[in-house]
């Protein structure tokens, strides 16, 4: 057995157990440390006066990640930084194909409208064709009528003596009469069936039409819009993660930009589980910059979330734990809003105010 290096050994054990115990102090202050505790009465539990955690600047209802709803090539794009107005155009992707099928449904309901006031003219034409058919009816009626005539003044002169009529003769007008009343039929026939037709079907399929020409235009126009992403509101421009030529597809690995709105900044505070209870609405609140505290800023607990949840943000740096229940607090700043920045992580103190 060496000895000598037993007393080295103890110095490592005692210098990785100081090592622990500072992590773990350390630990507690970012995770939700409190500060000086209020007199403990009998039977109640202690209250903390300050409830410390960590939280990050936001606006409500937060950093929106944007992306063109179609894919293609990039040939516009905003820059970062740039304040926008809601509507404005941010990125835009080459739109050939849209363009012609917008045109293609214009043409197409062009044709449709032109359809449709030719059929408006169906009820016009369907009583002229009546009268037309009316007419041969009529037509078909005088000419049995002379043909019967001229029978009957033959079969008078016959009678008489003053003509010899022969039988074929009386047969072939009398096969003639018989032939117009078949006429007569099927031109009565003709009539009734123009009388059964009804042109308003007709003149509302052609609307039918035009509608639906209409919509199909619509959808090319919406089609086209989706090549062009707009700004959903006033704000500015974080972050662009794409150039003018890129392709986008349509799984992109991460959002073409990131979009903040216009708005009062806020701090989402992430209050750990067991320090809950003593927070509450309307509690003063003093923010530190994480890394300096040179500058503060002040605001008050504005709203509490409903449910205990894991972090809203996921950092993965020494003595951050992630793995805990918290409950979001929104902060409302109250002076100072100038010192902070979207995204930047502050220490939330909250204070009891009473």
Not at 101 to 119: C, G, T, W, Y
Not at 122 to 142: D, G, H, N, T, W
Not at 145 to 159: F, M, N, Q
């Amino acid at each position: 057995m060496n000895f000598k290096s037993k007393p080295r050994r103890l110095l490592w054990i005692g210098c990785i157990l100081l090592i622990v115990v500072v992590a773990v102090g350390a630990t507690m202050a970012v995770n939700g440390s409190h500060g000086a505790t209020e007199p403990v009465s009998p039977g109640k539990s202690p209250s903390p006066a300050t409830v410390v955690c960590i939280g990050f600047v936001d606006v409500n209802p937060g950093v929106s990640s944007l992306h063109p709803a179609q894919v293609g090539r990039v040939v516009e794009v905003a820059t970062e930084g740039k304040t926008v107005a809601k509507g404005e155009v941010l990125l835009r992707l080459e739109s050939e194909l849209p363009k012609l099928n917008v045109k293609q449904a214009e043409i197409d309901l062009r044709n449709a409208q032109e359809q449709f006031k030719k059929a408006q003219t169906l009820p016009q034409q369907q009583e002229q064709k009546i009268m037309q058919q009316q007419a041969k009816i009529a037509s078909v009626k005088y000419e049995k009528l002379s043909v019967a005539a001229d029978l009957e003044v033959k079969k008078d002169s016959a009678r008489s003596g003053g003509i010899q009529l022969s039988p074929k003769i009386l047969q072939s007008l009398e096969e003639k009469l018989k032939e117009y009343d078949e006429s007569l039929k099927a031109e009565t026939s003709k009539l009734e069936e123009l009388k059964l037709y009804t042109p308003q079907i007709d003149i509302n399929r052609a609307q039918n039409d035009v509608d639906a020409k209409q919509i199909q235009l619509e959808l090319a126009h919406y089609a086209l819009q989706q090549y062009s992403l707009v700004a959903p509101s006033d704000g500015t421009v974080l972050r662009v993660n794409v150039n003018v030529g890129e392709v986008l597809g349509a799984n992109p690995q991460a959002p073409a930009m990131q979009f903040c709105p216009a708005g009062p900044k806020i701090v989402r505070a992430e209050v750990q589980q067991e320090w809950a209870p003593f927070v509450r609405l309307g509690q003063q609140v003093t923010l530190v910059d994480d890394s300096s505290s040179a500058e503060k800023c002040q605001g008050k607990l504005a709203r509490l979330s409903e449910w205990y949840a894991k972090r809203r943000t996921i950092i993965l740096e020494p003595l951050m734990v992630n793995d805990v229940r918290t409950l979001e607090a929104i902060v409302e700043l109250t002076s100072n809003d100038k010192a902070l920045r979207i995204g930047q992580r502050v220490l939330v103190q909250i204070t009891d105010s009473k």
